[in-house]
């Protein structure tokens, strides 16, 4: 079968004023791909996740999500091509004031007609997929801890069945253990729900764990992509840094085949 594009990106810029930010950015992501965009700190990997989610603009280029240029629809269309979308934040951006049942249940009661009984049902349904202990529905965003913080915000992006997943560094603050089990959590949800998963992140232990293909973002544009074996073996000499630096040299050693 041949792949399905769901994110197109084609001659992407974008500048602050002086600074160019993207400069002639070309990407495209597959349905049902588990796909990271990587990088060096400050190579723009957030704004782009944002931009494709129409969340910041661009001054040039097209992007292509879900077959919508997204340049090129009205308020209602981009709403509606939203609601196709879910993110996760880096900080998770839970509300601290609802519970995490009132935080999961939250988009049910803003984008859909269901009965009370029934957000409060799929909200429970939510909260078990993302492999969180019954008793959490019940607490508020404090009282857990860090990787709870962050299974919590992924029930809530997966509350509306999106079909593209966004996650902007997933395992930031974690310790080993719990960015672990995050990895294998969203590979789970990836199988059981078809999602399609675009991962933001410098961690290069998660890159190789749960990645099909990945993008290596620098001097402003994409230096290559493919695989984690393929990318280890790139000769390009940013690339190769990224790899073989001493971080980079271990998750290899640990992951890589």
């Known amino acids: 079968m041949s792949a399905q594009p769901v994110i197109e990106i084609e001659h992407l810029a974008m500048r602050f004023g002086a600074t160019v930010i993207h400069d002639d950015i070309n990407l495209t992501i597959n349905r049902g791909e588990v796909f990271a965009i990587a990088g060096e700190s400050g190579c723009g990997k957030s704004t782009l996740l944002r931009q494709i989610v129409m969340?910041?603009?661009f001054n040039a280029g097209r992007i292509r999500l879900l077959g919508?240029?997204?340049?090129?629809?009205?308020?209602?269309?981009?709403?509606?091509?939203?609601?196709?979308?879910?993110?996760?934040?880096?900080?998770?951006?839970?509300?601290?004031?609802?519970?995490?049942?009132?935080?999961?249940a939250l988009?049910?009661?803003?984008?859909?007609?269901?009965s009370a009984t029934e957000i409060t049902e799929l909200a429970q349904i939510k909260i078990a997929l993302a492999g969180l202990p019954a008793d959490a529905?019940?607490?508020?965003?404090?009282?857990?801890?860090?990787?709870?913080?962050?299974?919590?915000?992924?029930?809530?992006?997966?509350?509306?069945?999106?079909?593209?997943?966004?996650?902007?560094?997933?395992?930031a603050g974690?310790?080993?253990?719990?960015?672990?089990?995050?990895?294998?959590?969203?590979?789970?949800?990836?199988?059981?729900?078809?999602l399609t998963v675009v991962i933001v992140t410098h961690d290069l232990d998660l890159l190789w764990r749960v990645c099909d293909r990945v993008a290596i973002l620098g001097e402003k544009r994409v230096l290559a992509v493919g695989t984690m074996a393929e990318l280890a073996a790139s000769p390009h000499p940013l690339v190769h840094e990224y790899f073989y630096g001493p971080r980079g040299r271990v998750a290899k050693e640990q992951y890589g085949s």
């Not at 974690?174 to 990836?190: G, K, R, T």
Request: hydrophobic letters at 45%; glycine letters at 6%.
């Open 55 to 57: 969340l910041t603009p």
């Open 68 to 104: 919508e240029d997204i340049a090129c629809i009205g308020e209602a269309a981009a709403k509606r091509l939203r609601q196709r979308c879910a993110i996760m934040f880096q900080g998770g951006a839970l509300f601290s004031g609802l519970t995490v049942a009132e935080n999961v």
């Open 107 to 114: 988009p049910l009661r803003e984008h859909t007609n269901l």
């Open 137 to 171: 529905a019940n607490k508020y965003p404090r009282e857990l801890s860090g990787g709870l913080k962050k299974r919590a915000a992924l029930a809530r992006a997966i509350a509306l069945d999106p079909e593209i997943l966004f996650l902007d560094e997933p395992s």
């Open 174 to 194: 974690l310790d080993p253990l719990a960015a672990s089990a995050l990895d294998e959590l969203v590979l789970q949800l990836q199988a059981s729900l078809r």
